[in-house]
């Protein structure tokens, strides 16, 4: 009987001095913390898959610097080919695997996701996808979900203010991805041309399919509609195809482009002589390659994934979120939970993720931690320079 007690409490004493290694936490041992990625290796969106490999070369860099208290990261990355079913099943799949997912990517599938996550307990952080679909979920949904990225309604509403107001639009055509991306985009535009008394107009909408390869047509029904100036929302790939399109048919409008055509590295690799001049948007006005704050960052990130040279901006969004997402786990200390984990993320105040971004906050009533975008216009291809043309602009946060 003595024994007996003796080991129940020995076996107390256990689990009040490691609280976190009591309970069985999902991607959580004693020496290890996974962290999740489904990303669109493959397919139509395969260049925003720089994100997750930048994720990846970040994780290995803290590992080096010794982790965080005590434990290694380790990234599970699954290939979805921007396709929403095969992200679900890839959460599904990890649910009990990884102890969060950062950057779920891609408007449809988290339009796809919103309810697994709630239903799976899993932290996301900073997916990257039009805000509006979580600030449409009930709050007791959004517990485990952290997001600093920009509204796709404000983003939309700004750049067509820009091009009528600052470039001397008057009619202006949207190209753009026909989901929750493209949309949320074209409600911006629409939102924006109400507000600007008949100063410009909507000449047309074009839309495309995400399995649509030839843009022949769609640079076409642009050219006809008279339009001086086209909004882009598509993938790097579509919207780069459209665009050569435009000038076979000798075509030139002015371009103003959503962020995820924000890697001009990659854009004027993709295009040449055809991207000068485009103005595009940065997400979250975060630093882009050539910014002096991001070159210690990229010096890491290309020392240890040399892939990454010349995908620059993307490897930038990548490392924002998994900054982040470590803040939390710096925050959340060692008895390290889902909950705990949450709690610590409602605490970041200020976070400029290592000068990247504006600061971002997050709270317990408050799930949109930034909201912001920068306009930049790309100069000359020979070069890949490009200059600031309207400096942070910081939106309210929606949820």
């Known amino acids: 009987m003595r024994l007996r007690l003796t080991a ?14 009591a309970q069985k ?54 290939d979805d080919g921007y396709n929403p079913g095969r992200a679900v099943a890839n959460l599904t799949e990890m649910q009990d695997k990884v102890f969060m997912s950062v950057g779920l ?45 920009t509204d796709y309604h404000d983003e939309g509403d700004f750049l067509v203010s820009y091009a009528v107001n600052k470039l001397g639009a008057k009619k202006v055509a949207v190209f753009y991805q026909n989901d929750e991306y493209g949309k949320g985009g074209l409600e911006g535009v629409n939102r924006g041309l109400k507000g600007l008394a008949g100063k410009g107009s909507l000449a ?27 909004i882009l929302y598509p993938t790097i790939t579509h919207g780069a195809n459209v665009i050569k399109e435009m000038a076979k048919v000798g075509y030139r409008p002015k371009l103003v482009a959503s962020f995820p055509l924000g890697d001009y590295f990659i854009m004027y690799r993709l295009l040449g002589e055809l991207w000068e001049g485009a103005h595009f948007n940065a997400l979250n006005a975060a630093a882009l390659a050539s910014d002096p704050v991001a070159k210690p960052i990229l010096d890491i990130l290309t020392r240890y994934e040399p892939k990454l040279v010349g995908r620059e901006n993307t490897a930038l969004a990548g490392v924002t979120a998994i900054i982040l ?18 709690e610590a993320m409602e605490s970041v105040k200020n976070f400029n993720t290592r000068g990247l971004t ?28 490009y200059v600031e043309v309207v400096p942070a602009q910081i939106f309210q946060p929606h949820f």
Do not use: C
Not at 111 to 139: C, L
Not at 217 to 230: N, Y
Not at 370 to 383: P, S, Y
């Open 325 to 342: 997402a470590l803040e939390g786990l710096q925050k959340a200390g060692r008895n390290l939970t889902r909950d705990s984990y949450v």
């Open 8 to 21: 129940l409490v020995v076996a107390a004493l256990l689990a009040a001095a490691s609280p976190a290694l």
């Open 204 to 230: 047309t909408t074009v839309s495309y399919e995400l399995s649509d390869r030839e843009m022949g047509t769609h640079a076409l029904k642009l050219k006809d509609s008279g339009a001086d100036t086209v």
């Open 105 to 149: 990517l891609g408007s449809a599938v988290l339009q796809a996701s919103k309810d697994k996550v709630a239903e799976f307990k899993i932290p996301t952080i900073n997916p990257y996808g039009n805000p509006a679909i979580w600030a449409k979920q009930p709050r007791e949904k959004l517990r485990y979900v952290f997001v600093a990225y």
């Open 358 to 385: 504006p600061p971002v906050n997050f709270a317990p009533n408050r799930r949109h931690g930034l909201n912001a975008v920068r306009m930049l216009r790309a100069v000359k291809a020979a070069d890949n320079s």
């Open 25 to 78: 936490v999902p991607g959580v041992t004693d020496s290890e913390v996974v962290i999740g990625l489904t990303m669109p290796l493959s397919g139509p969106a395969a260049a925003w898959s720089n994100t997750g490999v930048a994720m990846e070369a970040w994780a290995r860099y803290v590992n080096d610097q010794g982790g965080i208290h005590g434990r290694k990261l380790r990234v599970e990355m699954k």
